[in-house]
């Protein structure tokens, strides 16, 4: 599966999933999104039983307010709806797996 662009307009139906959710909040001129983005790429190939979304923190200012992101990356996962686990900082692969199982 691949990565969702998360927006404002499909936000709602991103949370809502069944599927644990991942998102990533960065920007294109940050250097750490940069070494990150590959790896949630790599995470959505490989695990479909997870949904991956990526959300630019420039055009999406309101929903990186909501998750009260000040620094980028931002790694956050939503289960049920709910903020589980958030991470800020480029994390290895093994790491942001942790994330989603945990």
Do not use: H
């Not at 920007?27 to 949904?51: F, H, T």
Request: a neutral charge; aromatic letters at 6%.
């Amino acid at each position: 599966m691949s990565v969702l662009i998360v927006n404002k307009d499909n936000f709602s139906s991103v949370t809502a999933s069944a599927k644990p959710v991942l998102l990533d909040f960065y920007a294109d001129w940050c250097g750490p999104c940069r070494m990150v983005s590959p790896i949630v790429e790599k995470i959505a190939e490989e695990n479909p039983q997870y949904l991956i979304g990526k959300v630019n923190v420039d055009q999406e200012p309101d929903l990186a307010q909501k998750f009260g992101v000040l620094s980028i990356p931002t790694l956050v996962v939503i289960k049920n709806g709910n903020v589980v686990r958030q991470l800020t900082g480029a994390r290895p692969k093994a790491d942001i797996l942790a994330m989603l199982k945990g």
